[in-house]
């Protein structure tokens, strides 16, 4: 049973944050206010729409938003359809949602034509997606400008799924996100699932013909029964086991039990460097007590901040798959 985490629904109130990386805009909180006032309003039904029918849409969203903005920065060009762009790139391949932003963008034009960019729509439908999942609410600043560039060359420069943790800070720090909010936002991996295929060479052959070590020996049957050598390489399976669903701690449970599925994910447990702020969500003895709550809707804004587009480098796109 994993334990109890008391959900909070209070909107934590977050001021604009100056553009980590390399942006050069600006956001602030109620950018619409005037020149579209249901645009927050617009993109949250339609996502709650979608997520009645398929909850699986609430983690796609959000891991979308965090392909979006490490690749050249928030900007929505991982949106953009076509040859050769982000969205072709293998790392993008499994990402689920495309059909949320291009209805909630539709919905939009017709309200207010040609004045929220596809960039904030996935900025808002990441936040509401955590809402939906019991997870906590923060207020989004919005402002964002569409860019015009996207190249699937470019998505290399995502993390993965074998990275060390120094890997991993690295490309955090290029952006300004320490090592606190390198923790925070791959907890939210507390929803959604992955594909076999990426993990399932921990299973059998990661040393020496055997398993990876870091993986607790009970839970192993249970990853080698749902990917099992020469199964369904794209089957889904639950990053956070036992409650995929919801927006809670039971992730960093699960790593301290040996229980990450994905490599990069234990190693959060494992490196002494990244595991002091696992066991500081966990509220362990000993160490300072972190609400993961409030430090996720810090760390989200932060990271919606990088590389927020202005000027001549940028538009507002009529659709969010192409480029005006």
């Not at 983690?59 to 953009?80: A, E, K, Q, T, Y």
């Not at 293998?90 to 990402?95: A, E, G, K, T, W």
């Not at 990426?198 to 990853?223: A, E, K, M």
């Amino acid at each position: 049973m994993e334990p109890s985490y008391i959900f909070l629904t209070m909107a934590v109130t977050l001021l604009s944050m100056p553009p980590t990386g390399f942006g050069q805009g600006t956001t602030r909180v109620g950018f619409y206010s005037k020149t579209c006032p249901r645009a927050e309003s617009i993109v949250k039904s339609t996502v709650e729409s979608h997520f009645r029918s398929n909850p699986a849409i609430a983690p796609g969203l959000l891991r979308m938003h965090f392909h979006d903005c490490f690749v050249n920065g928030c900007d929505g060009s991982v949106l953009i359809d076509g040859p050769n762009t982000e969205r072709k790139a293998v790392q993008n391949s499994l990402l689920r949602g495309f059909d949320v932003i291009d209805e909630a963008k539709a919905k939009l034009e017709a309200a207010c034509p040609g004045v929220v960019s596809c960039a904030d729509i996935l900025a808002l439908a990441a936040r509401d997606s955590v809402v939906l999942t019991k997870g906590i609410n923060w207020k989004v600043p919005t402002g964002r400008r569409d860019g015009k560039l996207s190249l699937q060359s470019d998505a290399a420069k995502l993390p993965g799924f074998t990275d060390s943790i120094e890997s991993q800070k690295q490309q955090f720090a290029r952006f300004g996100l320490n090592t606190q909010d390198l923790v925070t936002l791959v907890g939210g991996h507390t929803i959604g699932t992955a594909a076999c295929l990426v993990f399932n060479y921990r299973l059998n052959n990661f040393t020496n013909g055997g398993p990876d070590p870091t993986i607790n020996p009970s839970f192993l049957p249970q990853l080698r029964s749902l990917c099992p050598q020469n199964g369904n390489n794209f089957r889904r399976v639950d990053l956070d086991t036992g409650s995929a669903n919801k927006f809670d701690t039971s992730f960093f449970t699960n790593l301290k039990n040996g229980r990450g599925v994905l490599e990069s994910d234990q190693k959060l447990w494992t490196d002494a460097s990244t595991r002091t702020f696992v066991q500081q969500f966990l509220g362990e003895k000993g160490v300072r007590k972190l609400n993961f709550g409030k430090e996720f809707a810090k760390s989200m804004v932060k990271m919606s901040n990088i590389g927020v587009k202005t000027g001549s480098n940028s538009e507002i796109r009529r659709v969010c798959s192409a480029i005006n």
